[in-house]
């Protein structure tokens, strides 16, 4: 069975920095692009970045660009979200999920970043 | 950037009945569109792929329709369990996958 599981989240300051992680089991992890994608009340559902199975293509949305890193392990199963320079609007649940030719089929359970002073 | 448009924000059904949901892209997706269920405090669950397919998992009476820029999904005989937010979303454009806002589905 596939399982992505967020962990990281928290409440930091305007212009602090947070790491997310996301354990991937179930399936061969080092096969699949993998995506974060984030959930606002406001924005609803919006795709913040992109990784490819080995690395060589990594894409961002552009209200994240120069900010985030997006990051894989693929002997540990781990993707990664290194979140800098946060702002408000940036607050959100966070899903890794992974990617197909017909959509995200499977999310993790997503983990909450809340941007505040 | 390709816009998804739901309607309605909210749809009001009785157990049993029928739910029409629709979805409309702001350009051509062909048939590159997926419907999602989400619960509350659950992560969207995928439903419908290529605008008709069932993923593993989901029930018959889930069926979509479509192509090009207008889309449905039919829950027949709705489940107690049915009801959720639902969300369509375009994979055409990739990465830049878009979503809609969301179809509430309640009782």
């Known amino acids: 069975e596939v399982e992505l599981v967020e962990s990281g989240g928290g409440l930091v300051q305007p212009g602090g920095s947070l790491r997310l992680s996301c354990a991937a089991s179930?399936?061969?992890?080092?096969?699949?692009?993998m995506n974060w994608v984030r959930q606002t009340p406001g924005k609803g559902l919006e795709w913040v970045s992109y990784i490819g199975s080995r690395s060589d293509t990594i894409l961002y949305a552009d209200s994240v660009k120069g900010r985030f890193t997006i990051s894989r392990d693929n002997a540990k199963n781990s993707l990664y979200l290194q979140m800098n320079s946060l702002r408000d609007e940036d607050t959100a649940v966070y899903y890794c999920a992974r990617a197909t030719i017909h959509g995200y089929d499977n999310w993790g359970q997503g983990t909450l970043v809340t941007v505040s002073s | 950037e390709i816009v998804m448009t739901q309607s309605p924000a909210t749809l009001s059904v009785s157990p049993g009945e029928r739910a029409t949901l629709s979805c409309r892209a702001s350009?051509?997706?062909?048939?590159?569109l997926a419907w999602y269920q989400q619960k509350p405090g659950q992560a969207p669950r995928l439903l419908i792929y290529?605008?008709?397919t069932r993923a593993t998992g989901t029930p018959a009476r889930f069926s979509g329709s479509g192509s090009g820029t207008e889309f449905t999904l039919t829950v027949n005989s709705l489940q107690s369990e049915d009801f959720a937010v639902y969300y369509c979303?375009?994979?055409?454009?990739?990465?830049?996958?878009?979503f809609g806002q969301g179809t509430k589905v309640e009782i």
């Open positions: 290529g605008a008709s």
């Open positions: 179930g399936f061969t992890f080092s096969s699949y692009g």
């Open positions: 979303q375009q994979y055409y454009n990739w990465p830049t996958w878009t």
């Open positions: 350009q051509s997706v062909s048939s590159n």
